[in-house]
Every structure is written in structure tokens, then in C-alpha cells.
């Protein structure tokens, strides 16, 4: 296994790019410049295993993190607290505050076991196949796609924190009232280590050089290289109110959270927008693609009374129905328009004006008069999450009843349904502006016709019966 490290990266040991963006073989360096070996090397006995040779393997230093990063021991306080201010075991004063540390999974190193000098796939053109490799070798083309690994990655953690008052009432109830924060330090991202500057693609353009790309990266020799970076933060502070009904033929639940996530990145895969600077991350910082800013959820199970002391057929087919469901309300999720431009496809630029139309729907959810394409010269100015999407509204439901057959036997039948009336909840409207046209009714206008609609619905009203024998 090998990683890629920036700190090993030799300046002067770097391959020289042709215009084409191909290596130039004659002028010398180390292809492998900036690679590090995990362990000693190969073992002597699995060397006829490996696919490489061993002046390949020579180029690259052995001296690699075990893991590939450093591993820590960490301290994880928690302290909580909880008081009865009257005395009568009816209310709850309640709060804590807690660090939490990450344990970095292991998927985050298996990429690494696919990279040079260990894995070799020679090419060669106009050979035959009793003598492939007598055929003229293929142009020398940069490493693409790496996969790397910071070593001096920091474990990710998040402090939580909440505060809050319980109650219990009359009759079954017992409603809650908290706050609940959390802090996250350290998570991991994915941006592209090798991205071109932003500034270099902008002075790229003609008149510039308009050279080719690979020409343009700091680390000569590689394309992409999709580094795994434990500088990202998150935020979330939220309003969570609860209520429950335990007692009785009707049973229920209501809680609603009234809640904001932010942050720079949403997962430990996530890189930055096509054509930006991947580590300008506080560019990047805005509502997480889970953040639902309004989630109300409602559980209800009823135990019908009618004819529960029933007897004879009529009692056994009429009494002891159960009837239950769910129901939930949640706002939608946080978009942020594209646009492509000379120099690739990234943030769009907000004009001004209403975000959404008057009146939104899957026809037409994104006001077009209120973004465009930004200028060459700089980042686009629309804000991280500017464009919200639809709501989501679900009823589920399901009704129940057991039959006693003999002693032995008993069979139970259920019938559910979802998405009970058949709500269309639209989905995520379409964000690309794609370039910039000159339509009659406005100077510019969305190239990609289906920008601000909405294709997609989900989920379909789904009805399911069943039968369960139990004996």
C-alpha cells in the first residue's frame, strides 16, 4: 500500500508535462515523486505476487504512518445532571454536556491498496498477442484518480450539549421541552489535493495560454488527488418539544424540532464545487444537505372498544381491531444553484429578486430571473443553500387484528397503507443553470430547459396486506 504525502513532494524530482498534458519521458523525474510506502516493503516470499518491479518499488520511500495516520488516545468527559425542584418526582429538571470522539472506519485506507509502484498496467499500442509487449509503448500519461490520505489526520469529535425541562401530567401525559447543541471538529472531507487554483484557470483563458490542464497542477505527474482532510466544523442548535400518551385504549406521540445544521462539508466523502478553490471550505459553509429546518412526527395506536366483550362469531370478527399510524411533516432541503462558465461548471451567481416563483411547483419551483452564470473573474455570490425545496407530508397507516383459531393456533392479519392519500411529495428540483442565453423576454436565460423543475415524486401510495400463522 502506498499514500501520497505533500510533504514528500519534491519540487525538483518532478516529471516535466508536454502541452498535450502527457509526461515527457526524455527529461527525467521521479513519476512516483510525493508516494510513501506503508510497512518495510515487500516480503520475500510474496514478491512473485506483486506486479512490479523492484526498481519501480526503489522509487518510492518505504516510511509511511502504520494506518497512514498517526493513532491517538483520547479522553471523553461527559458530565450530566438532573434536579427535582419540587420535590414531588413530577418534574425534571434536566442537562449534560458531552465529548464524543469518531472511530475513523476502515474504508478510509482501502483505497490505497490500487496506487503505484503495486499495481502496474502496462500499456502498448500496435502489438500482437504473441508479443504484446513488442507492440510501441503508450504515451507516458499523469497517475489519475489517487486516492490520499493526510498524515497528520486528527480525530473528529463533536461536543454535545443539552438542557431541558420534563413533565409529568394527568391521565398518561408527559410532555418535554429541550435544547440541543452539538459542535463538530475535525471531520473529515475529501477535497481534490491537485485542484487547479482558481486564478490560474481564470488566467488559463484566452488570451491566455489556454494551456492544458495538467500543465497547471502543482503536483506534476498526477490528476485528481481526492485527500482525506480532517479540517471540516458543524453546528446544530435545535428546539425539540415532545409529548406522549401512554395510558389507555388510544396511545399516542407528538414531537416537533425546530432545528439548524450547518457546516462546510455533510460528509467524510464530500468534495467542494467544480472549478472553486476545494480548500476555501468556509466558502462552502451552509446548511447541510440533511438539515430539515421544521420535522414534526405524530405515532397513534387505538385499541377499538367496540364489542370487546362481544362473544360468538359476530364478537370474533368485529372486536379487538387495532388501528395505528404515522404521521409526519418536514420542511424540505437546502439547494445551491450551478452554472457553467469557461471555466467549468460551479457556483452560480444570485441576481436578486424572489428565490422561488409565486407560486412553486414541479413546472416551476426556481425563479431563472434570479441567478446567471458568474463572471469569469470571480466566485459565484449565491449563498450555500439558497434555494429550498418542497416539503415532504406522509400518512401511514395500518389496522390489525388477531384471531384465536384453537389453543394452538392463532392468526393474525394486518393490512397498512402509505402514503395513505396518495400525496405527491415532489422531490429535489433541478439546479443546473447550464449557460447563459439570450431569450425575448430577459438578457439571460438557463440553457438547461429543465432548470428550477421538478421530475421526480416520491414515495408512491404503497397498500400491503398480510397474514401471520402462529402456533
Not at 370487546?308 to 381491531?321: D, P
Not at 439571460?444 to 421526480?456: E, L, V
Amino acid at each position: 500500500m502506498t499514500n501520497f504525502d505533500p510533504n514528500r513532494y519534491d519540487p525538483s524530482q518532478a516529471v516535466t508535462i508536454l502541452s498535450n498534458g502527457n509526461i515527457d519521458p526524455t527529461k527525467g523525474g521521479n513519476r512516483f515523486n510525493g508516494l510513501v510506502r506503508a510497512g518495510s516493503g515487500i516480503p520475500a516470499d510474496e514478491i512473485g505476487r506483486v506486479s512490479t518491479s523492484a526498481a519501480a518499488v526503489a522509487l518510492v520511500p518505504a516510511g509511511a504512518a502504520r494506518g497512514f495516520y498517526n493513532p491517538a488516545s483520547k479522553l471523553a468527559p461527559r458530565f450530566g445532571f438532573a434536579y427535582d425542584p419540587w420535590g414531588d418526582g413530577k418534574t425534571s429538571i434536566r442537562g449534560g454536556f458531552g465529548m464524543f470522539y469518531d472511530k475513523v472506519e476502515g474504508n478510509l485506507i482501502f483505497g490505497q491498496i490500487n496506487l503505484p509502484p503495486f499495481i502496474n498496467t502496462p500499456q502498448f499500442e500496435n502489438g500482437n498477442l504473441s508479443n504484446i509487449s513488442g507492440g510501441t509503448p503508450s504515451a507516458l500519461a499523469p497517475l489519475a484518480g489517487i486516492s490520499a490520505i493526510d498524515p497528520n489526520l486528527k480525530i473528529a469529535y463533536s461536543m454535545n450539549y443539552s438542557a431541558g425541562v420534563q413533565r409529568q401530567l394527568p391521565h398518561g401525559f408527559f410532555v418535554e421541552a429541550n435544547y440541543v447543541g452539538n459542535q463538530g471538529r475535525h471531520l473529515i472531507r475529501q477535497p481534490d489535493l491537485n485542484a487547479i487554483p482558481f486564478d490560474a484557470l481564470v488566467a488559463n483563458q484566452p488570451p491566455g495560454p489556454n494551456a492544458n490542464l495538467n500543465t497547471l497542477r502543482r503536483y506534476k505527474g498526477y490528476t485528481s488527488i481526492a485527500y482525506r482532510l480532517s479540517d471540516a466544523t458543524s453546528t446544530y442548535n435545535g428546539l425539540q418539544l415532545y409529548a406522549v400518551k401512554r395510558k389507555g385504549n388510544l396511545e399516542l406521540t407528538a414531537a416537533y424540532t425546530w432545528s439548524r445544521s450547518l457546516t462546510d462539508t455533510s460528509g467524510n466523502g464530500d468534495g467542494l464545487d467544480v472549478g472553486e478553490d476545494p480548500f476555501n471550505r468556509h466558502y462552502n459553509y451552509g446548511p447541510a444537505t440533511f438539515d430539515r429546518r421544521h420535522i414534526f412526527v405524530a405515532t397513534y395506536d387505538y385499541q377499538i372498544p367496540l364489542l370487546r366483550n362481544k362473544k360468538g362469531v359476530e364478537g370474533a370478527i368485529l372486536s379487538g381491531w387495532e388501528v395505528s399510524g404515522i404521521t409526519r411533516f418536514q420542511s424540505g432541503a437546502y439547494f445551491t444553484p450551478t452554472a457553467s462558465t469557461a471555466i467549468g461548471t460551479r457556483r452560480a451567481d444570485y441576481i436578486g429578486g424572489p428565490v422561488l416563483l409565486s407560486n412553486p411547483g414541479p413546472d416551476g419551483w426556481v425563479n431563472p430571473a434570479a441567478f446567471g452564470p458568474a463572471p469569469l473573474g470571480r466566485r459565484g455570490n449565491a449563498p450555500v443553500g439558497i434555494v429550498q425545496g418542497p416539503s415532504l407530508q406522509t400518512w401511514d397507516f395500518s389496522m390489525r387484528k388477531q384471531f384465536r383459531l384453537t389453543e394452538r393456533f392463532n392468526l393474525r392479519f394486518q393490512a397498512d397503507m402509505f402514503n395513505a392519500f396518495n400525496r405527491a411529495n415532489f422531490r429535489s428540483p433541478d439546479v443546473g443553470f447550464g449557460s447563459c442565453v439570450t431569450t425575448t423576454t430577459s438578457a439571460c436565460g438557463p440553457s438547461n430547459g429543465a432548470f428550477g423543475k421538478i421530475s421526480t415524486t416520491g414515495p408512491a401510495r404503497n397498500i400491503q396486506f398480510g397474514l401471520k400463522l402462529n402456533f
